[in-house]
């Protein structure tokens, strides 16, 4: 507990005087230990196949996946409609319309 008064710098060397005078276990050499279990360990099989998946790899099979979803998308109606759905937006209805001639301009104050 801190006594009144006592400044930061003060409570740290009482601190550090009091760990010296108390008796606690050692602390074991946990790194030799790990390291025996896990060079005596058996091999256990991998999850991931033997040959790995390089960025460029990782980059075909997703860009291969979008392109997939997106044809799935474009040829199937039931799917975008339950895409919709999911996102609740259905009902909404995007139109490409000619452009329309700009409104005529007003003549210049004065009449000329």
């Given amino acids: 507990m801190r006594e009144p008064g006592q400044s930061d710098a003060e409570l740290e060397q009482a601190l550090g005087e009091l760990g010296t005078r108390l008796a606690y276990p050692p ?3 946990l790194a030799s230990a790990v390291r025996q279990r896990l060079e005596t360990a058996p ?3 991998t999850f991931w196949p ?8 990782l980059a075909l099979v997703a860009a291969l996946l979008l392109a997939l979803v997106g044809l799935g998308l474009a040829l199937s109606p039931d799917a975008r409609r339950v895409i919709a759905d999911r996102l609740s937006v259905r009902g909404i209805d995007i139109r490409q319309v ?3 001639a700009p409104p005529p301009t007003p003549p210049p104050p004065g009449g000329a």
């Fill in 43 to 45: 091999e256990r099989p």
């Fill in 27 to 29: 602390t074991p050499d």
């Fill in 50 to 57: 033997r040959w790995s998946l390089s960025p460029r790899r």
């Fill in 98 to 100: 000619p452009a329309r």
